[in-house]
């Protein structure tokens, strides 16, 4: 099979024209006699092409084909850039099961105990709902304290070879539903175990629905220095539309009240420990949404995630017309240039609009670089070796996240991991997701992963689903070169963020 | 319109008055007059090439595009530079395991020599002292000792070190302790490094303690004659006991190393002395300097037969790159005190944690060993006012600025940043391979 060209052609909102290369991860300013050579190139080792030349009027008239050529010649002689040979790129054979133990034990980085399977809300787009009949469903059931101790207990004998290795290892600790803080005394119980054994190794992290934040609970939480995302999807009426109780009551009004008193009772720990998670669909008023976070300030905890209501395996988007999807693009495009226009000009945005859009941007800065290794088994898309994260169930169940859908499970708190099963998994990954990704030219802005990937009982690749990643893939990098080529010094790292990477890394799904 | 872009892989480096461009790929750099400079600098920013260059920097431009080092073109860009790896420093959870490679460790200050210069005193600059049995003012009167030396050595294993180098004082004098921690890391990866002036003890005995290959010596000498060791040390018979044990091990094709510990009594010898370890015993010296601080003359030091700065082109893009990031002199060093004190080496004076009060896992666990393993020449006086600090390896300038007086911060360097009557490009750095220029005629 010959070399394929792994490279993408975009064109910034000014008109300048970019090649994306997923060799090098470089972003190159590209023209029509560079083109020329690369294609000379490819045509000349017979290889494949299948980047599309750009619509319009080609740009970089001005360079040479001897510069071009020269050029082309280095990237490809010093840095092998621009073709990627999909016989020498395809992935190692999993490891075995000891070989697997080993690796887990060695970069494990959270671990997450889903306290209930209940709530006291009833959001009408919950994953936990019959509007993803594929997922885990709402019950009563609570994890024990037993189970609850017992999985700390033995994770930390599984990441103890980190611990000698790294002295500034620390570990996730996410509390996890449902609403976790229905099982408040397992909670207690685990905060006080970790402080008790083990000191400092743990960043305790809680997502909630911000409905039982009561002073007590609150106090807990300021006492064990726990990160706290709570769920605010705008103000009262686009938050009250979805987020309701069984009654179909909204829960903006009783959020709002424990975060004002939150922050009034414990300003530092609101500033350096709260945080919000907001889902939005094309029913949403995108742009409401923004200015209340905008209008709010530092009144709302700072923006940690904006998400979609998934599309996947649901049927919820039937209820709205084709016309709302445009509606909310529309808003999207001019949220975006609000947004580019800022870090343009070197001004503040809202935290919502910096996730929203800025995370984007940032994801195309983070991009991962040749040097930036991945396990050899798994060497494309984004996603974790299985045991990078461990969610217990209420049973002592073991998946590979808390987001995924519970068919494909890794283990057991009984019995451990069981490494078979992991291997399983992989292998399953390497057949449906990976055979197509060495011709692929956006593999480091890929973000792929199991939570977006299973169905019942294992993983699959929808129709469409990497087109669409590169697609998306196109459009940052045309958002990213934009922003760049009128300040080069613009903040797409989000350096002046409160939020850090870490604190994302522990919340993300 | 005409723009000029530097390419993907070369870097326009600025310093106070000077500037090059470092081609990362082809592992050059050219030195840039003012000229030049203001060019490339308008270029970088986008700014549009006037429609009538002067032909000067039009050559130039011609020139550069020629070597691949930049491209001309019609449209303002964005150019988006070369990295190996995500522009990112992951912290706590994400945090990667600290490539430990050497620790230093102190076992005793106890000698049987009388140095005027150890141990280092406020009045004292050190080079290279790490390599020698220079002791650090202040000690604590009893040495730390672990509690439980097995334990220790596997923490040190499971932490990934590579080699443990012992220090003292003499830790020759410490016999027992000293066999008990070879004991300890015997059959463990842990390579054992013991720097001593070789006086204390006998021959023998030293090279029974070596043989099997995990121990290595380092013998710190003062001199090869008996007088000049004596006027250095402050006690005869250094150089007495010291040559007799290299015969040993010469003799016995155990490898060691020899480190000589010039002063400035004694600095003119050292063509004579490397020739002479060379000679006697097939070994290779290393040079290790002590200087008053007063005694600089006219304010610069020049370490042993260097002339100039030493300038010398990375073998790999990431070595570039661990330069810019790095202070590749320390990364991946921690020295353990007599005190107890973690720091990040011998020279360095900055407390970064507590073995004796707190176990080695939590001494390492804060962030100021790791900010000064990190203590690139972009982020310390005066290099990071220098064009060339990414190019030079004088290491001096790392053991100097983790010490106090400001005064001292450019002793080493020949090349001084700041204005001044000879400027970057108009010197000969005698790397013609290597370091270029660009002089643009006076407009």
């Not at chain 2, 666990?365 to 600090?389: H, M, Q, T, V």
Request: aromatic share 10%; charged share 25%.
């Amino acid at each position: 099979m010959p070399q394929k060209r792994v490279t993408l052609r975009f064109r910034s909102l000014q008109g300048r024209d970019y090649l994306y290369d997923d060799v090098t991860s470089s972003i190159f300013p590209w023209n029509d006699p560079r083109e020329q050579a690369l294609a000379r190139e490819i045509a000349t080792a017979g290889r494949q092409q299948d980047d599309a030349p750009l619509d319009g009027a080609p740009s970089g008239g001005g360079a040479s084909l001897d510069a071009a050529e020269a050029f082309v010649r280095h990237w490809r002689d010093d840095y092998g850039a621009f073709l990627r040979d999909p016989l020498t790129n395809t992935p190692a054979p999993c490891p075995d099961a000891a070989g697997l133990e080993w690796l887990i034990r060695s970069r494990s980085w959270e671990l997450l105990l889903i306290l209930t399977e209940d709530c006291n809300l009833r959001c009408k787009y919950c994953a936990l709902s019959e509007v993803y009949p594929l997922n885990r469903s709402r019950s009563a059931r609570k994890m024990s304290l037993d189970t609850a101790l017992a999985a700390v207990d033995w994770y930390m004998r599984l990441v103890e070879p980190q611990i000698y290795a790294n002295p500034r290892r620390r570990f996730g600790l996410s509390f996890y539903g449902g609403e976790p803080l229905l099982n408040l005394p397992v909670l207690k119980g685990v905060l006080g175990h970790c402080r008790e054994h083990y000191p400092g190794l743990f960043v305790p992290v809680l997502t909630t629905n911000g409905t039982l934040l009561t002073p007590p609970t609150v106090e807990l939480l300021v006492e064990h220095d726990v990160s706290v995302a709570v769920s605010l999807d705008g103000p009262e009426q686009e938050h009250d539309r979805m987020r309701v109780d069984a009654r179909g009551g909204g829960s903006f009004a009783r959020v709002m009240a424990n975060l004002r008193r939150i922050k009034s009772r414990y300003p530092d720990f609101w500033l350096a420990r709260m945080t919000s998670l907001s889902v939005y669909d094309w029913g949403t008023d995108l742009e409401t949404v923004e200015r209340f976070f905008e209008e709010q300030g530092d009144a709302l905890p700072r923006s940690l995630f904006v998400n979609p209501v998934s599309p996947r395996h649901t049927g919820w988007y039937g209820r709205y017309q084709g016309n709302d999807q445009a509606h909310m693009d529309a808003a999207l495009g001019r949220l975006g240039d609000r947004y580019r226009q800022a870090r343009i000009d070197g001004e503040s945005s809202s935290s919502y609009l910096r996730t929203l859009i800025g995370l984007g941007l940032s994801f195309v800065s983070f991009r991962a670089r040749p040097g930036d290794a991945r396990p050899a088994f798994l060497p494309f898309s984004g996603t974790c070796v299985p045991g990078d994260k461990i969610a217990v169930n209420v049973d002592g169940k073991l998946d590979v996240c808390e987001r995924v859908n519970g068919s494909y499970p890794i283990g057991h708190l009984d019995m451990g991991i069981d490494y078979e099963r992991v291997t399983r998994i992989i292998a399953q990954y390497q057949e449906e997701i990976l055979p197509s990704c060495p011709s692929c030219p956006a593999t480091r802005l890929c973000g792929l992963c199991y939570s977006f990937l299973d169905t019942q009982g294992g993983i699959t690749m929808d129709a469409g689903q990497c087109a669409a990643t590169v697609a998306s893939a196109r459009r940052r990098l045309v958002e990213y070169v934009s922003v760049l080529e009128e300040n080069p010094h613009a903040d797409l790292l989000l350096q002046t963020d409160t939020v850090t990477p870490e604190e994302r890394l522990l919340f993300l799904g | 319109m005409r723009y000029f872009r530097l390419a993907t892989d070369c870097y326009l480096i600025e310093g106070e008055v000077d500037a090059a461009i470092y081609d990362l790929s082809r592992r050059r750099l050219w030195l840039l007059d003012d000229r030049a400079h203001a060019l490339l600098r308008r270029c970088e920013d986008n700014h549009p090439l006037p429609d009538a260059l002067p032909e000067a920097e039009q050559a130039c431009l011609d020139a550069l595009q020629e070597a691949g080092a930049g491209y001309f073109d019609d449209r303002p860009a964005y150019v988006d530079k070369l990295l190996l790896h995500q522009p990112i420093e992951m912290t706590g959870i994400a945090s990667a395991p600290p490539a430990f490679s050497r620790a230093d460790w102190a076992i005793t200050g106890a000698c049987d020599l009388g140095c005027a210069f150890c141990p280092a005193g406020s009045g004292d600059l050190a080079w290279l002292g790490c390599e020698t049995c220079l002791r650090r003012a202040g000690g604590a009167a009893a040495p730390w000792v672990p509690h439980d030396l097995e334990r220790f050595a596997g923490e040190l294993e499971l932490l990934g070190v590579k080699v443990l180098h012992l220090r003292g004082g003499n830790p020759l004098l410490e016999w027992d302790y000293l066999q008990r921690i070879v004991q300890a890391v015997r059959g463990s990866p842990l390579g054992l490094l013991i720097s001593t002036p070789g006086t204390g003890q006998e021959p023998e005995r030293i090279l029974a303690l070596c043989e099997g290959g995990c121990v290595r010596l380092n013998v710190v000498l003062f001199g090869i004659r008996e007088e000049a060791t004596r006027t250095v040390c402050g006690a005869g018979g250094a150089q007495a006991q010291a040559a007799p044990l290299l015969d040993a091990f010469a003799g016995a094709g155990i490898p060691c190393y020899i480190t000589f510990l010039l002063t400035a009594d004694t600095r003119a010898d050292w063509p004579e002395m490397s020739d002479y370890a060379v000679s006697r015993w097939g070994i290779r010296p290393r040079a290790a300097e002590i200087y008053r601080r007063e005694a600089p003359p006219g304010g610069r030091l020049r370490h042993v037969g260097e002339q100039v700065k030493p300038l010398r082109a990375w073998q790999s893009a990431e070595e570039f790159f661990f330069r810019v990031t790095a202070n590749p002199c320390a990364h991946g060093r921690f020295e353990i005190g007599i005190d107890g004190k973690v720091r990040c080496c011998p020279a360095f004076e900055q407390v970064c944690g507590d073995v004796a009060g707190d176990g080695l896992r939590r001494a390492l666990a804060g962030d100021s060993l790791y900010d000064a393993w990190a203590l690139s020449k972009n982020k310390i006086e005066p290099c990071k006012r220098c064009a060339l600090r990414y190019a030079c390896l004088d290491c001096s300038a790392f053991e100097i600025a983790g010490q106090s007086d400001p005064a001292i911060k450019a002793a080493y360097c020949p090349y001084d940043p700041e204005p001044g009557p000879a400027r970057a490009w108009e010197r000969d750095w005698g790397e013609p391979d290597f370091v270029l220029t660009w002089r643009l005629p006076d407009a």
